[in-house]
């Protein structure tokens, strides 16, 4: 079972290696956003550097958790070699394993140039237990996310999944306060903020890099929000198979 796992991996990383723009993209924006808007205003600020550093990685590890997962899920029900596959007496654990082994592995390559960034313009500090940390719970924290996408792929069709995951992944980041402070968010946002999983896992990252104290309402919602997306994820994989095999 585990080389079946290895062998899914490699291949749907390798998938992602030849069209590596929605890998860039994933990348990028969050480092130029780290560029363009912490640098020059708190920049040498090393808590508030670190903590927006935090909320970036995040940023992008939701992008590709939420976006990039959704679409490749939707894109591969669309292809004729999919069906065959979920047929094959192995059943759907080593893709499933495969896949979202593959999108972690995505994941920690898009948060190296927000490191860089923050690295080399900026006063963020953290030791490597700390760094260690923060990826692990980064790696941990995206799984509601990876959830949600798995929701959404199963559901709709490849060109709906970009719009959707599109219109619930950016408002979810503002809203969790990774491109803003919480609390400079207009006041109705900041009352709503601690109910978004986005924060819930901002705040983990910020307690493992930054030394702050995560909200309880922020935990709880985040638990009842992984617990909701993975009763959605399991349920739309299940009317996807009944739909195509029963």
Known sequence: MSSLVAAHTRILLLEQLRVPIGLAAGALFPAVSLAAFVVPFTGDDPRAATMATASLTLFGAMSQAIIGLSVTVAQDREQPWNPYVRTLPAGPFPRFAGRILA???????????????????????????GLLAGLVTLLAGVVPFMLMGLFIGFLLTAKATIAVSQLLFFPMGVLGGLLLPPQILPGFLEAVSPFTPARGVAELLWAVTAGTTPGVVSLVSLAAWTVLAAAGAVWAYRRDEGRRFA
């Open 103 to 129: 999108m972690l592995a995505q994941m920690v390559l898009a948060v190296v140039p927000v490191l860089l960034v923050a690295a080399l313009f900026t006063a963020a500090t953290i030791t490597p237990l």
